[in-house]
């Protein structure tokens, strides 16, 4: 008996006409679809008048029910991963499962379609040569002002998400621990109210501030060069550990930004901190 083939299937992420006829076909065919909400992929397949099985597979369960599909796999049955919206395993459920059956010696096969930050990215008029994809911004306030600190010192493209409801607050968190930068906003992507907000960030702020915004955001950042005079390094330091970063990720930034080894950096740092609880 043949081996059954695990489809990683993209899905649309607002607009329903975003799916390849490749995925709807493919839908339609599969034993079985494992959709991290069922009750959002039902009203997909009954727009396209798919009858099909499906079963869940989100964060919490995916592993439990991995060993399940891959037998199902091994009995030549076919399965199809989809998600809420957009391609799988990209910040979303699926690379344990997609993991497992590859390991398994089992076919995985990509039925490709859209993507929140390639969406977004395509539209942010910002150099692409390269960028970096860097998921979802932490909520706990220590864990995000680490993350948004990795960016200083750097000129690149960052392309994240972020919830709605914080968006004005990591900015202004942002703007304060990097400076000045460019950024992209892409809100409601492929659906009737999409707005794509781009400019430096004092500006995105200030088009932000009052409104209310609801649901998931894509960020895009890019981070300017900035020559600095190692004379500004002592209140670079001072400033950041007062704001309450520790002492190892500021030398971190600081070290790429003032090109400077992070050995030197460390003892200027350690003599600002100790001046700091002298005070």
Not at 141 to 163: F, H, I, W
Not at 195 to 210: H, N, Q, S, T
Request: proline share 4%; with cysteine.
């Amino acid at each position: 008996m043949a081996a059954g083939t695990l489809y990683i299937v993209s899905t649309p992420i607002g607009n329903m006409e975003d799916i390849t006829y490749r995925a709807v076909r493919l839908l339609g065919e599969v034993d079985l679809i494992a959709a991290e909400d069922t009750r959002r992929t039902r009203k997909l397949l009954s727009h396209y008048g798919i009858q099909a099985t499906v079963t869940s597979c989100f964060d919490q369960n995916e592993v439990a029910k991995a060993p399940g599909f891959v037998e199902k796999l091994k009995n030549g049955e076919t399965i199809a991963l989809v998600t809420d919206a957009g391609t799988p395993a990209i910040s979303d459920p699926g690379y344990r499962l997609v993991k497992l059956v590859s390991e398994a010696g089992l076919p995985v096969v990509s039925v490709p379609g859209v993507s929140a930050l390639v969406t977004v990215l395509s539209v942010s008029a910002l150099p692409l040569t390269s960028f970096t994809f860097r998921g979802f911004v932490p909520t706990a306030k220590g864990k995000r002002r680490d993350y948004l600190l990795e960016m200083k010192g750097r000129q690149e493209t960052y392309v994240m998400y972020e919830a709605a409801r914080r968006l004005l607050v990591t900015l202004t968190e942002l703007r304060a621990l990097i400076g000045e930068c460019d950024i992209v906003v892409g809100r409601e992507m492929t659906k009737l109210h999409e707005e794509v907000i781009r400019g430096p960030i004092a500006e995105v702020i200030d088009k932000l501030e009052g409104r209310e915004l609801k649901g998931e955001v894509t960020l895009v950042v890019r981070t300017r060069p900035v020559q600095r005079d190692q004379a500004e390094l002592y209140g670079e330091i001072e400033a950041l550990l007062r704001g309450g970063v520790r002492l190892k990720e500021a030398v971190r930034a600081l070290s790429r930004e003032f090109d400077i080894s992070r050995g030197e950096l460390y003892k200027e740092a350690l003599r600002v901190q100790e001046t700091i609880r002298g005070q």
